[in-house]
Protein backbone atom coordinates (compact mmCIF):
# COMPACT_ATOMS: atom_id res chain seq x y z
CA UNK A 1 0.00 0.00 0.00
CA UNK A 2 2.43 2.18 0.86
CA UNK A 3 5.01 1.56 -1.68
CA UNK A 4 2.13 2.21 -4.14
CA UNK A 5 1.68 5.09 -2.89
CA UNK A 6 5.27 6.10 -3.61
CA UNK A 7 5.18 5.31 -6.99
CA UNK A 8 1.85 7.33 -7.66
CA UNK A 9 4.00 9.99 -5.87
CA UNK A 10 6.93 9.65 -7.37
CA UNK A 11 4.66 9.43 -11.34
CA UNK A 12 3.37 13.00 -10.21
CA UNK A 13 6.65 14.21 -9.61
CA UNK A 14 7.47 13.24 -13.36
CA UNK A 15 4.78 14.17 -14.52
CA UNK A 16 5.36 17.93 -13.44
CA UNK A 17 8.89 17.42 -14.31
CA UNK A 18 7.93 16.82 -18.35
CA UNK A 19 5.01 19.13 -18.06
CA UNK A 20 7.24 22.24 -16.38
CA UNK A 21 7.71 24.09 -19.64
CA UNK A 22 4.00 24.25 -20.43
CA UNK A 23 3.45 24.76 -16.86
CA UNK A 24 5.71 28.31 -17.20
CA UNK A 25 4.54 29.25 -20.91
CA UNK A 26 0.86 28.68 -19.65
CA UNK A 27 1.37 31.02 -17.05
CA UNK A 28 3.84 33.70 -18.64
CA UNK A 29 2.31 33.76 -21.74
CA UNK A 30 -1.86 33.03 -21.24
CA UNK A 31 -3.07 32.96 -18.21
CA UNK A 32 -1.03 36.07 -16.79
CA UNK A 33 -1.27 37.96 -20.33
CA UNK A 34 -5.37 37.41 -19.86
CA UNK A 35 -5.99 38.70 -16.36
CA UNK A 36 -3.37 41.69 -16.64
CA UNK A 37 -5.48 42.73 -20.03
CA UNK A 38 -8.74 42.47 -17.97
CA UNK A 39 -6.98 45.23 -16.18
CA UNK A 40 -5.71 47.33 -18.36
CA UNK A 41 -9.26 47.13 -20.46
CA UNK A 42 -10.22 49.09 -17.15
CA UNK A 43 -7.73 51.82 -18.16
CA UNK A 44 -6.28 54.68 -20.26
CA UNK A 45 -2.80 53.52 -20.91
CA UNK A 46 -1.18 54.22 -24.48
CA UNK A 47 2.65 52.48 -23.63
CA UNK A 48 4.43 56.10 -23.42
CA UNK A 49 3.20 57.40 -20.62
CA UNK A 50 1.29 56.03 -17.14
CA UNK A 51 -1.77 54.56 -16.90
CA UNK A 52 -4.56 55.70 -15.31
CA UNK A 53 -7.82 53.63 -14.18
CA UNK A 54 -11.05 54.59 -15.64
CA UNK A 55 -13.27 51.68 -14.68
CA UNK A 56 -15.74 50.87 -17.53
CA UNK A 57 -15.13 53.84 -19.46
CA UNK A 58 -13.53 51.48 -22.49
CA UNK A 59 -16.25 49.34 -22.33
CA UNK A 60 -18.63 52.43 -22.35
CA UNK A 61 -16.58 54.05 -25.36
CA UNK A 62 -16.96 50.66 -27.68
CA UNK A 63 -20.43 50.27 -26.91
CA UNK A 64 -21.17 53.44 -28.22
CA UNK A 65 -18.46 53.22 -31.38
CA UNK A 66 -20.06 53.06 -34.70
CA UNK A 67 -16.56 51.19 -35.86
CA UNK A 68 -16.82 49.02 -33.19
CA UNK A 69 -20.45 47.60 -34.18
CA UNK A 70 -19.14 48.00 -37.99
CA UNK A 71 -16.08 45.70 -37.37
CA UNK A 72 -18.15 43.23 -35.38
CA UNK A 73 -20.89 43.01 -38.13
CA UNK A 74 -18.03 42.54 -40.80
CA UNK A 75 -16.73 39.38 -39.10
CA UNK A 76 -19.58 37.83 -38.02
CA UNK A 77 -20.40 37.94 -42.00
CA UNK A 78 -17.56 36.06 -42.57
CA UNK A 79 -18.73 33.85 -39.91
CA UNK A 80 -21.49 33.02 -41.05
CA UNK A 81 -21.70 33.31 -45.04
CA UNK A 82 -17.66 32.75 -45.35
CA UNK A 83 -17.85 29.33 -43.17
CA UNK A 84 -20.41 28.07 -44.39
CA UNK A 85 -18.73 28.40 -48.18
CA UNK A 86 -15.84 27.18 -47.46
CA UNK A 87 -17.15 23.96 -45.27
CA UNK A 88 -19.25 23.25 -48.23
CA UNK A 89 -16.59 23.68 -50.61
CA UNK A 90 -14.00 21.54 -48.86
CA UNK A 91 -16.55 18.77 -47.79
CA UNK A 92 -17.91 18.71 -51.65
CA UNK A 93 -14.13 18.50 -52.92
CA UNK A 94 -13.25 15.77 -50.53
CA UNK A 95 -16.42 13.62 -50.79
CA UNK A 96 -15.78 13.66 -54.90
CA UNK A 97 -12.35 12.42 -53.65
CA UNK A 98 -13.25 9.77 -52.14
CA UNK A 99 -14.78 8.17 -54.67
CA UNK A 100 -12.83 4.68 -55.39
CA UNK A 101 -11.28 4.20 -58.08
CA UNK A 102 -9.43 8.06 -58.80
CA UNK A 103 -6.52 7.98 -60.37
CA UNK A 104 -4.16 9.64 -59.39
CA UNK A 105 -5.74 10.36 -56.03
CA UNK A 106 -2.07 11.84 -54.15
CA UNK A 107 -1.24 14.37 -57.22
CA UNK A 108 -4.72 16.01 -56.63
CA UNK A 109 -4.92 15.98 -52.99
CA UNK A 110 -1.10 17.96 -53.46
CA UNK A 111 -3.59 20.43 -56.10
CA UNK A 112 -6.05 21.17 -53.24
CA UNK A 113 -3.31 21.42 -50.47
CA UNK A 114 -0.73 23.40 -51.91
CA UNK A 115 -2.50 27.10 -51.58
CA UNK A 116 -2.40 26.73 -47.82
CA UNK A 117 1.22 26.42 -47.80
CA UNK A 118 2.02 30.02 -49.66
CA UNK A 119 3.55 32.73 -47.30
CA UNK A 120 0.17 34.84 -46.38
CA UNK A 121 1.74 38.13 -47.39
CA UNK A 122 2.65 36.80 -50.75
CA UNK A 123 -0.70 34.82 -51.25
CA UNK A 124 -2.75 38.35 -50.46
CA UNK A 125 -0.25 40.00 -52.55
CA UNK A 126 -1.25 37.49 -55.51
CA UNK A 127 -5.03 37.79 -54.77
CA UNK A 128 -4.96 41.43 -55.08
CA UNK A 129 -3.81 40.91 -58.68
CA UNK A 130 -6.05 37.74 -59.52
CA UNK A 131 -9.20 40.14 -58.14
CA UNK A 132 -8.22 43.20 -60.39
CA UNK A 133 -11.32 44.69 -62.14
CA UNK A 134 -9.43 45.32 -65.43
CA UNK A 135 -6.81 43.01 -66.29
CA UNK A 136 -7.60 40.31 -63.68
CA UNK A 137 -7.92 36.63 -64.48
CA UNK A 138 -10.96 36.23 -62.44
CA UNK A 139 -12.62 38.76 -64.10
CA UNK A 140 -11.25 37.53 -67.06
CA UNK A 141 -12.51 34.17 -67.01
CA UNK A 142 -16.19 35.90 -66.05
CA UNK A 143 -15.79 37.66 -69.61
CA UNK A 144 -15.15 34.99 -71.29
CA UNK A 145 -18.55 33.70 -69.83
CA UNK A 146 -20.23 37.13 -70.81
CA UNK A 147 -20.36 38.12 -67.23
CA UNK A 148 -18.65 41.31 -66.39
CA UNK A 149 -17.07 41.02 -63.23
CA UNK A 150 -17.53 43.32 -60.35
CA UNK A 151 -15.05 45.58 -59.22
CA UNK A 152 -13.90 43.34 -55.92
CA UNK A 153 -11.80 44.67 -53.46
CA UNK A 154 -12.66 48.53 -54.61
CA UNK A 155 -16.66 47.58 -54.01
CA UNK A 156 -17.95 47.78 -50.47
CA UNK A 157 -20.47 45.42 -51.63
CA UNK A 158 -18.17 42.48 -53.41
CA UNK A 159 -14.91 42.76 -50.93
CA UNK A 160 -15.74 40.57 -48.47
CA UNK A 161 -17.34 37.96 -51.22
CA UNK A 162 -13.95 38.41 -52.47
CA UNK A 163 -11.90 37.29 -49.54
CA UNK A 164 -14.61 34.16 -49.36
CA UNK A 165 -13.37 33.35 -53.05
CA UNK A 166 -9.55 33.40 -51.36
CA UNK A 167 -10.48 31.54 -48.23
CA UNK A 168 -12.22 28.95 -50.58
CA UNK A 169 -8.99 28.78 -52.35
CA UNK A 170 -7.06 28.18 -49.39
CA UNK A 171 -9.33 25.68 -47.46
CA UNK A 172 -6.77 22.40 -48.17
CA UNK A 173 -6.62 21.87 -44.64
CA UNK A 174 -9.74 21.30 -43.93
CA UNK A 175 -10.14 19.22 -47.19
CA UNK A 176 -7.48 16.98 -46.13
CA UNK A 177 -8.53 16.48 -42.76
CA UNK A 178 -12.71 15.87 -43.90
CA UNK A 179 -11.01 13.14 -46.58
CA UNK A 180 -9.24 11.21 -43.61
CA UNK A 181 -12.56 11.62 -41.82
CA UNK A 182 -14.28 9.87 -45.10
CA UNK A 183 -11.82 7.20 -45.32
CA UNK A 184 -12.62 6.19 -41.63
CA UNK A 185 -16.54 5.27 -42.51
CA UNK A 186 -16.83 2.27 -43.18
CA UNK A 187 -17.98 0.91 -46.84
CA UNK A 188 -20.40 -1.65 -45.59
CA UNK A 189 -22.61 0.92 -44.69
CA UNK A 190 -22.69 2.49 -48.47
CA UNK A 191 -23.01 -1.02 -49.92
CA UNK A 192 -26.33 -1.62 -47.31
CA UNK A 193 -27.66 1.70 -48.52
CA UNK A 194 -27.37 0.78 -52.24
CA UNK A 195 -29.20 -2.26 -51.75
CA UNK A 196 -31.75 -0.30 -50.03
CA UNK A 197 -32.03 1.83 -53.29
CA UNK A 198 -30.83 4.71 -51.89
CA UNK A 199 -28.98 7.41 -54.37
CA UNK A 200 -25.89 9.50 -53.90
CA UNK A 201 -27.37 12.22 -52.66
CA UNK A 202 -29.37 10.08 -49.65
CA UNK A 203 -26.22 8.54 -49.09
CA UNK A 204 -24.18 11.87 -48.47
CA UNK A 205 -27.36 13.34 -46.05
CA UNK A 206 -28.02 9.98 -44.12
CA UNK A 207 -24.58 8.68 -43.75
CA UNK A 208 -21.60 10.86 -44.72
CA UNK A 209 -22.69 14.03 -43.18
CA UNK A 210 -24.28 12.41 -39.56
CA UNK A 211 -20.40 10.51 -39.36
CA UNK A 212 -18.55 13.20 -39.97
CA UNK A 213 -20.14 15.60 -37.94
CA UNK A 214 -17.17 15.72 -34.97
CA UNK A 215 -14.66 15.82 -37.94
CA UNK A 216 -17.10 19.22 -39.37
CA UNK A 217 -17.64 20.98 -36.13
CA UNK A 218 -13.73 20.65 -35.27
CA UNK A 219 -13.03 22.25 -38.86
CA UNK A 220 -16.05 24.69 -38.18
CA UNK A 221 -14.61 26.03 -34.38
CA UNK A 222 -11.03 26.41 -35.98
CA UNK A 223 -12.58 28.47 -38.82
CA UNK A 224 -14.63 30.84 -36.71
CA UNK A 225 -11.77 30.90 -34.42
CA UNK A 226 -9.51 31.90 -37.55
CA UNK A 227 -12.04 34.53 -38.95
CA UNK A 228 -11.78 36.32 -35.52
CA UNK A 229 -7.61 35.99 -36.06
CA UNK A 230 -7.81 37.28 -39.48
CA UNK A 231 -5.79 40.15 -40.08
CA UNK A 232 -3.20 39.74 -42.74
CA UNK A 233 -5.29 39.66 -45.36
CA UNK A 234 -7.52 42.38 -44.54
CA UNK A 235 -4.50 44.55 -43.87
CA UNK A 236 -2.67 44.19 -47.10
CA UNK A 237 -5.38 43.54 -49.29
CA UNK A 238 -7.71 46.27 -48.38
CA UNK A 239 -6.64 48.14 -45.31
CA UNK A 240 -10.15 48.24 -43.93
CA UNK A 241 -11.27 49.93 -46.82
CA UNK A 242 -13.78 50.55 -48.99
CA UNK A 243 -16.19 52.49 -46.68
CA UNK A 244 -14.74 50.49 -43.89
CA UNK A 245 -16.75 46.99 -45.53
CA UNK A 246 -13.32 44.81 -44.50
CA UNK A 247 -12.33 45.99 -41.18
CA UNK A 248 -12.58 43.54 -39.52
CA UNK A 249 -12.30 42.71 -35.67
CA UNK A 250 -8.54 42.37 -35.20
CA UNK A 251 -7.60 44.86 -37.84
CA UNK A 252 -9.81 47.05 -35.79
CA UNK A 253 -8.29 45.84 -32.81
CA UNK A 254 -4.83 45.81 -34.13
CA UNK A 255 -5.07 49.51 -35.19
CA UNK A 256 -6.73 50.83 -32.06
CA UNK A 257 -3.65 49.45 -29.95
CA UNK A 258 -0.29 49.58 -32.35
CA UNK A 259 -1.31 52.28 -34.29
CA UNK A 260 -3.70 55.30 -32.15
CA UNK A 261 -1.86 53.49 -29.32
CA UNK A 262 -4.95 52.76 -27.43
CA UNK A 263 -4.04 49.95 -25.29
CA UNK A 264 -7.02 50.26 -22.67
CA UNK A 265 -9.57 50.48 -25.04
CA UNK A 266 -7.87 47.80 -27.12
CA UNK A 267 -7.70 45.82 -24.14
CA UNK A 268 -11.13 46.39 -23.78
CA UNK A 269 -12.31 45.07 -27.25
CA UNK A 270 -9.68 41.59 -26.72
CA UNK A 271 -11.98 40.61 -23.82
CA UNK A 272 -14.96 41.08 -25.17
CA UNK A 273 -13.17 38.89 -28.04
CA UNK A 274 -12.48 36.69 -25.22
CA UNK A 275 -15.81 35.94 -24.38
CA UNK A 276 -17.89 36.08 -27.89
CA UNK A 277 -15.24 33.48 -28.96
CA UNK A 278 -16.27 30.98 -25.71
CA UNK A 279 -19.82 31.62 -26.28
CA UNK A 280 -19.91 30.69 -29.81
CA UNK A 281 -17.70 27.73 -29.35
CA UNK A 282 -19.88 26.60 -26.41
CA UNK A 283 -23.09 26.97 -28.91
CA UNK A 284 -21.44 24.50 -31.29
CA UNK A 285 -20.51 22.07 -28.53
CA UNK A 286 -23.92 22.43 -28.06
CA UNK A 287 -25.41 21.50 -31.16
CA UNK A 288 -22.98 19.15 -31.66
CA UNK A 289 -24.46 17.46 -28.85
CA UNK A 290 -27.63 17.37 -29.49
CA UNK A 291 -27.42 17.23 -33.52
CA UNK A 292 -23.99 15.35 -33.52
CA UNK A 293 -22.93 11.30 -33.97
CA UNK A 294 -20.09 12.12 -31.31
CA UNK A 295 -18.56 9.12 -29.52
CA UNK B 1 -36.49 7.46 -60.85
CA UNK B 2 -33.73 4.97 -60.33
CA UNK B 3 -30.54 5.22 -62.93
CA UNK B 4 -29.33 1.98 -64.13
CA UNK B 5 -26.01 1.27 -62.60
CA UNK B 6 -25.17 -0.72 -66.17
CA UNK B 7 -21.12 0.03 -66.68
CA UNK B 8 -22.48 2.77 -69.56
CA UNK B 9 -23.82 4.93 -67.20
CA UNK B 10 -20.91 3.88 -64.82
CA UNK B 11 -18.91 5.43 -67.55
CA UNK B 12 -20.34 8.33 -67.96
CA UNK B 13 -20.38 9.00 -64.34
CA UNK B 14 -16.86 8.51 -63.77
CA UNK B 15 -16.16 10.26 -66.78
CA UNK B 16 -18.46 13.69 -65.26
CA UNK B 17 -16.44 12.89 -61.80
CA UNK B 18 -13.35 13.73 -63.70
CA UNK B 19 -14.32 16.30 -65.42
CA UNK B 20 -15.19 18.07 -61.97
CA UNK B 21 -12.11 17.17 -60.39
CA UNK B 22 -9.96 18.67 -62.85
CA UNK B 23 -11.98 21.72 -63.32
CA UNK B 24 -11.96 22.43 -59.49
CA UNK B 25 -7.88 20.90 -59.88
CA UNK B 26 -7.54 24.22 -62.08
CA UNK B 27 -9.22 26.94 -60.20
CA UNK B 28 -6.99 25.82 -57.47
CA UNK B 29 -3.64 25.65 -59.51
CA UNK B 30 -4.58 28.12 -62.14
CA UNK B 31 -3.06 31.47 -59.15
CA UNK B 32 0.68 29.80 -59.31
CA UNK B 33 0.77 29.85 -62.90
CA UNK B 34 -0.29 33.23 -62.61
CA UNK B 35 2.26 34.34 -59.81
CA UNK B 36 4.77 32.65 -61.99
CA UNK B 37 3.70 34.51 -65.13
CA UNK B 38 3.55 38.05 -63.23
CA UNK B 39 7.33 37.68 -61.97
CA UNK B 40 8.38 37.39 -65.92
CA UNK B 41 6.35 40.30 -66.82
CA UNK B 42 8.03 43.78 -68.07
CA UNK B 43 6.05 46.59 -65.86
CA UNK B 44 4.15 47.48 -69.24
CA UNK B 45 2.64 44.46 -69.62
CA UNK B 46 1.55 44.07 -66.19
CA UNK B 47 -1.41 46.20 -67.03
CA UNK B 48 -1.69 45.32 -70.14
CA UNK B 49 -5.96 44.87 -70.90
CA UNK B 50 -7.14 42.17 -71.89
CA UNK B 51 -4.86 39.85 -69.65
CA UNK B 52 -1.80 38.47 -71.13
CA UNK B 53 -1.09 35.40 -69.63
CA UNK B 54 2.31 34.60 -70.52
CA UNK B 55 4.41 37.03 -71.04
CA UNK B 56 6.12 38.17 -74.47
CA UNK B 57 10.00 38.48 -73.31
CA UNK B 58 10.80 36.57 -70.33
CA UNK B 59 12.26 38.98 -67.91
CA UNK B 60 14.54 36.51 -65.97
CA UNK B 61 15.96 40.22 -64.61
CA UNK B 62 12.98 40.47 -62.35
CA UNK B 63 15.03 38.16 -59.89
CA UNK B 64 18.56 39.75 -60.29
CA UNK B 65 16.32 43.23 -59.77
CA UNK B 66 14.63 41.49 -56.37
CA UNK B 67 17.85 40.54 -55.29
CA UNK B 68 19.46 43.77 -55.54
CA UNK B 69 17.20 46.50 -55.05
CA UNK B 70 15.59 44.98 -51.97
CA UNK B 71 17.67 43.64 -48.74
CA UNK B 72 16.69 40.12 -49.88
CA UNK B 73 19.74 38.05 -48.15
CA UNK B 74 19.42 40.65 -44.59
CA UNK B 75 15.87 39.70 -44.68
CA UNK B 76 16.62 36.00 -45.24
CA UNK B 77 19.10 35.81 -42.48
CA UNK B 78 17.13 37.36 -39.67
CA UNK B 79 14.13 35.00 -41.16
CA UNK B 80 16.70 31.92 -40.22
CA UNK B 81 17.93 33.34 -37.04
CA UNK B 82 14.07 33.12 -35.53
CA UNK B 83 13.80 29.80 -37.69
CA UNK B 84 16.15 27.64 -36.33
CA UNK B 85 15.15 28.72 -32.16
CA UNK B 86 11.73 28.40 -32.86
CA UNK B 87 11.94 24.67 -34.78
CA UNK B 88 14.69 22.94 -31.77
CA UNK B 89 12.40 25.08 -29.26
CA UNK B 90 9.09 23.46 -30.71
CA UNK B 91 10.84 19.89 -30.67
CA UNK B 92 12.60 20.22 -27.65
CA UNK B 93 9.83 21.49 -25.35
CA UNK B 94 6.45 19.95 -26.88
CA UNK B 95 8.04 16.44 -26.53
CA UNK B 96 8.78 16.75 -23.42
CA UNK B 97 5.04 18.05 -22.33
CA UNK B 98 3.03 15.62 -24.56
CA UNK B 99 5.54 13.03 -22.87
CA UNK B 100 3.79 13.77 -19.42
CA UNK B 101 0.65 14.29 -20.76
CA UNK B 102 0.73 10.57 -22.76
CA UNK B 103 3.32 8.13 -21.00
CA UNK B 104 2.44 8.85 -17.53
CA UNK B 105 -0.31 8.33 -15.11
CA UNK B 106 -1.47 11.28 -12.72
CA UNK B 107 -4.43 12.55 -11.39
CA UNK B 108 -6.02 15.48 -12.81
CA UNK B 109 -4.11 14.41 -15.93
CA UNK B 110 -6.98 15.21 -18.34
CA UNK B 111 -8.56 17.80 -16.89
CA UNK B 112 -5.21 19.57 -17.16
CA UNK B 113 -5.12 18.83 -21.27
CA UNK B 114 -8.55 20.00 -21.19
CA UNK B 115 -6.51 23.43 -20.82
CA UNK B 116 -3.83 22.39 -23.54
CA UNK B 117 -7.30 22.58 -25.25
CA UNK B 118 -8.89 25.32 -24.22
CA UNK B 119 -5.46 27.76 -25.14
CA UNK B 120 -5.55 26.03 -28.41
CA UNK B 121 -8.83 27.67 -29.05
CA UNK B 122 -7.42 31.42 -27.45
CA UNK B 123 -7.92 33.92 -30.51
CA UNK B 124 -4.35 35.16 -30.33
CA UNK B 125 -5.44 39.08 -30.13
CA UNK B 126 -6.75 38.23 -26.72
CA UNK B 127 -3.14 37.94 -25.40
CA UNK B 128 -0.90 40.16 -28.01
CA UNK B 129 -1.47 43.29 -26.38
CA UNK B 130 -0.34 42.32 -22.52
CA UNK B 131 2.47 40.55 -24.21
CA UNK B 132 3.24 43.17 -25.99
CA UNK B 133 3.87 45.55 -22.73
CA UNK B 134 5.53 42.75 -21.09
CA UNK B 135 7.96 42.69 -23.45
CA UNK B 136 8.12 46.07 -23.85
CA UNK B 137 9.47 46.09 -20.36
CA UNK B 138 11.51 43.42 -20.50
CA UNK B 139 13.02 45.42 -23.51
CA UNK B 140 12.81 42.65 -25.73
CA UNK B 141 10.74 44.97 -27.91
CA UNK B 142 12.72 45.48 -31.34
CA UNK B 143 14.78 41.92 -30.45
CA UNK B 144 14.08 38.55 -32.32
CA UNK B 145 13.37 37.67 -27.81
CA UNK B 146 9.32 37.63 -28.08
CA UNK B 147 9.70 35.78 -31.65
CA UNK B 148 11.31 33.06 -30.11
CA UNK B 149 11.79 32.80 -26.04
CA UNK B 150 7.72 31.21 -26.64
CA UNK B 151 8.82 28.58 -28.78
CA UNK B 152 10.38 26.73 -25.86
CA UNK B 153 7.69 26.34 -23.82
CA UNK B 154 5.02 24.49 -25.51
CA UNK B 155 2.98 25.29 -28.21
CA UNK B 156 -0.83 23.63 -27.74
CA UNK B 157 -1.42 22.52 -31.19
CA UNK B 158 2.29 20.45 -31.05
CA UNK B 159 1.62 19.26 -27.99
CA UNK B 160 -2.25 17.62 -28.86
CA UNK B 161 -0.47 16.32 -32.48
CA UNK B 162 2.33 14.68 -30.24
CA UNK B 163 0.41 13.00 -27.70
CA UNK B 164 -2.23 11.52 -29.95
CA UNK B 165 0.75 9.87 -31.25
CA UNK B 166 2.28 8.98 -28.36
CA UNK B 167 -0.95 7.78 -26.79
CA UNK B 168 -0.61 5.11 -29.59
CA UNK B 169 2.56 3.57 -28.33
CA UNK B 170 1.83 0.33 -26.41
CA UNK B 171 2.45 0.82 -22.58
CA UNK B 172 4.36 -2.44 -22.61
CA UNK B 173 7.76 -1.01 -24.00
CA UNK B 174 7.74 1.66 -21.20
CA UNK B 175 7.22 -1.55 -18.68
CA UNK B 176 9.52 -3.67 -19.58
CA UNK B 177 11.78 -0.86 -20.10
CA UNK B 178 11.61 0.32 -16.34
CA UNK B 179 12.32 -3.25 -15.20
CA UNK B 180 15.08 -3.20 -16.45
CA UNK B 181 16.25 0.08 -14.43
CA UNK B 182 15.82 2.62 -16.53
CA UNK B 183 14.25 6.15 -15.24
CA UNK B 184 11.68 7.66 -17.02
CA UNK B 185 13.64 10.31 -19.06
CA UNK B 186 15.83 7.29 -20.42
CA UNK B 187 12.62 6.01 -21.65
CA UNK B 188 11.80 8.81 -23.05
CA UNK B 189 14.95 9.72 -24.52
CA UNK B 190 16.26 6.12 -26.20
CA UNK B 191 12.69 4.77 -26.33
CA UNK B 192 9.79 6.93 -27.33
CA UNK B 193 11.05 9.68 -29.27
CA UNK B 194 13.23 7.33 -32.00
CA UNK B 195 10.07 5.99 -32.17
CA UNK B 196 8.12 9.03 -32.54
CA UNK B 197 9.77 10.40 -35.49
CA UNK B 198 7.29 10.65 -37.73
CA UNK B 199 5.32 12.66 -36.07
CA UNK B 200 8.21 15.17 -34.74
CA UNK B 201 8.82 15.63 -38.35
CA UNK B 202 5.24 16.53 -38.98
CA UNK B 203 6.02 19.09 -36.02
CA UNK B 204 9.14 20.74 -37.40
CA UNK B 205 7.16 21.06 -40.93
CA UNK B 206 5.00 22.77 -39.07
CA UNK B 207 7.10 24.78 -36.77
CA UNK B 208 9.31 25.80 -40.10
CA UNK B 209 5.82 26.87 -41.83
CA UNK B 210 4.77 28.97 -38.88
CA UNK B 211 7.75 30.86 -38.74
CA UNK B 212 8.11 31.18 -42.32
CA UNK B 213 4.76 32.56 -42.69
CA UNK B 214 4.39 34.50 -40.10
CA UNK B 215 3.15 38.15 -40.12
CA UNK B 216 1.94 39.41 -37.51
CA UNK B 217 4.52 38.64 -34.78
CA UNK B 218 7.39 40.26 -36.69
CA UNK B 219 4.70 43.52 -37.58
CA UNK B 220 4.30 43.96 -33.69
CA UNK B 221 7.10 43.18 -32.09
CA UNK B 222 9.97 44.18 -34.75
CA UNK B 223 10.38 47.83 -34.64
CA UNK B 224 13.71 48.39 -37.01
CA UNK B 225 13.41 47.55 -40.69
CA UNK B 226 16.91 46.24 -40.37
CA UNK B 227 15.43 43.11 -38.04
CA UNK B 228 12.54 42.53 -40.59
CA UNK B 229 11.46 38.91 -41.85
CA UNK B 230 11.04 38.44 -45.55
CA UNK B 231 7.06 38.43 -45.11
CA UNK B 232 7.72 41.80 -43.34
CA UNK B 233 9.93 43.05 -46.42
CA UNK B 234 7.46 42.23 -48.82
CA UNK B 235 4.48 43.91 -47.27
CA UNK B 236 7.17 47.23 -46.42
CA UNK B 237 7.74 47.38 -50.58
CA UNK B 238 4.05 47.06 -51.12
CA UNK B 239 3.85 50.13 -48.62
CA UNK B 240 5.76 52.21 -50.79
CA UNK B 241 4.63 55.12 -53.44
CA UNK B 242 5.22 52.64 -56.25
CA UNK B 243 5.52 49.10 -55.81
CA UNK B 244 7.67 47.07 -58.34
CA UNK B 245 4.46 44.58 -58.87
CA UNK B 246 6.93 42.50 -61.04
CA UNK B 247 9.51 42.71 -58.34
CA UNK B 248 7.23 41.55 -55.68
CA UNK B 249 6.14 38.39 -57.55
CA UNK B 250 9.37 37.25 -58.31
CA UNK B 251 9.83 37.56 -54.37
CA UNK B 252 6.92 35.83 -54.05
CA UNK B 253 8.23 32.88 -55.85
CA UNK B 254 11.48 32.76 -54.22
CA UNK B 255 9.64 32.80 -50.81
CA UNK B 256 7.42 30.25 -52.36
CA UNK B 257 9.77 27.42 -54.04
CA UNK B 258 11.10 26.48 -50.52
CA UNK B 259 8.10 25.83 -48.60
CA UNK B 260 7.38 23.76 -51.83
CA UNK B 261 10.39 22.08 -52.04
CA UNK B 262 10.00 20.92 -48.23
CA UNK B 263 6.43 19.67 -48.93
CA UNK B 264 7.18 17.73 -51.51
CA UNK B 265 9.76 15.68 -50.19
CA UNK B 266 8.24 15.29 -46.63
CA UNK B 267 4.43 15.02 -48.20
CA UNK B 268 3.74 11.78 -46.31
CA UNK B 269 4.20 13.28 -43.21
CA UNK B 270 2.52 16.50 -43.79
CA UNK B 271 -0.52 14.92 -45.14
CA UNK B 272 -0.38 12.52 -41.70
CA UNK B 273 -0.29 15.44 -39.67
CA UNK B 274 -3.29 17.38 -41.34
CA UNK B 275 -5.63 14.53 -41.24
CA UNK B 276 -4.11 13.27 -37.87
CA UNK B 277 -4.94 16.80 -36.34
CA UNK B 278 -8.96 16.53 -37.66
CA UNK B 279 -9.98 13.28 -36.87
CA UNK B 280 -9.09 11.84 -33.64
CA UNK B 281 -11.05 13.59 -31.02
Not at chain 1, 69 to 75: E, Q
Amino acid sequence: MNKKMNIARRDFRNAMLFISLWIIGVIAFKLYPIVISFYYSLTDYSVVKKSEFIGFGNYNALFHDPLFYKSLSNTFYMICLGTVCSTAAAIAIAVLLNNKGIKGLSFLRVVFFIPTLVPVVIASILWIWLLQPDNGIINEVLGFFGLTGPVWLASPLWAKPAFILMMVWSSGTAIIIYLAGLQEIPDSLYESASIDGAGFFRKVFSITLPLLSPVILFNVVTSVIGIFQWFAEPLIMTNGGPDNSTLFYSLNLYRSAFQYFKMGYASAMAWILLVIAMIIILILFRLNKRFGYSE
Amino acid sequence: MRLQTGTFMKGIETFVLYVVLLALAACFIVPFFWLLSESLKSPSELFEVPTRWWPKTIMWSNYADMFNSFPFFLYLKNTIIILIPNIVGAVISNTLIAYGFARLDWKYRDNVFMIVLITMILPYQVTMIPLFIMFHHLHWIGTFLPLIVPSFFGNPFFIFLLRQFLLGIPKELSYSAKIDGANEFQIYARIIMPLAKPVISTVVIFAFLGTWNDFIGPLIFLSDNKLYTLSLGAQSIMGTYDPKWNILMALGVTMTVPVLVIFFLLQKYFIQGVAMSGIKG
